[in-house]
């Protein structure tokens, strides 16, 4: 009887090679990591949102162009932008490192399958050069302040209000009311009138003019005068 109780293969016992165990550490973990690093970032876009001064120590100097003093609605936007690529960029890191783990758990061999990431991605990279470029601008006129909602921005194609902002294109309305959509990975020099004291070209009077203002009557004009007179 014991013999035959022995052989037979009990029904909580786990396939070879592959660890259920395993399986559930990793898929918590990697849950509980994603929370808490949710968390801490929506409490730092909250307080940086809020314009917490807690950034304003000596040791955070660096990250002071990022939270200087703007006015709340273009702090709020700033912070929701930078949140919200935190969070993307946390949660594929966390779904990309948990899956490793689970796949190797289920005893599935993940060198050729890293290998043929590798190649997909640059494969994507070199198709999508543009794409990131976009990106990449976006994300530093948003860190380094260029421009906000509101601004009026003079860029090599348009002058206009800028409407709304994204991490790949960036939408103005000009001064004839079009709409432009200009991607920010082309937007290689840019002027923000509401930045400084911008003074419109019309008040500002060209050197003829003074030179006009200030020189002596002629004899015409004098005659003229005298005409009048």
């Not at 035959?4 to 090679?17: C, F, K, Q, V, Y």
């Not at 990279?125 to 421009?147: C, K, N, P, S, V």
């Not at 923000?192 to 419109?200: C, D, E, I, K």
């Not at 002629?218 to 005409?227: D, G, L, M, R, S």
């Amino acid at each position: 009887m014991f013999s035959m109780l022995s052989i037979l293969p009990s029904a909580a016992s786990e396939p070879d090679g592959i660890s259920l165990t395993g399986i559930v550490i990793s898929l918590g973990v990697g849950i509980a990591i994603w929370l808490v690093a949710t968390f801490v970032i929506s409490r730092i876009s909250k307080r940086v949102a809020a314009g917490s001064n807690f950034f304003k120590k000596a040791h955070f100097k660096w990250v002071a162009p990022a939270i200087r003093a703007l006015d709340h609605e273009r702090r709020v936007q700033r912070a929701e932008t930078i949140g919200s690529l935190l969070n993307s960029i946390v949660g594929v890191l966390v779904a990309v490192i948990t899956s490793m783990y689970v796949l190797q758990n289920l005893d599935i061999n993940i060198a050729p399958l890293l290998t043929s990431v590798g190649i997909l991605g640059v494969a994507i990279g070199f198709g999508a050069q543009q794409l990131i470029r976009d990106f990449l601008a976006g994300i530093f006129i948003t860190i380094e302040d260029q421009y906000g909602i509101g601004d009026v921005i003079e860029t090599s194609e348009v002058v206009g209000v800028v409407e709304s902002m994204g991490l790949r294109i960036t939408r103005v309305r000009s001064e004839d009311g079009a709409i432009w959509y200009l991607r920010n990975g082309e937007i290689l020099r840019v002027g923000n009138r509401s930045q400084g004291n911008y003074v419109p070209a019309a008040e500002v009077p060209d050197a003829a003019t003074e030179t006009a203002l200030h020189e002596p009557p002629t004899e015409a004009k004098k005659t003229v005068q005298k005409a009048g007179e």
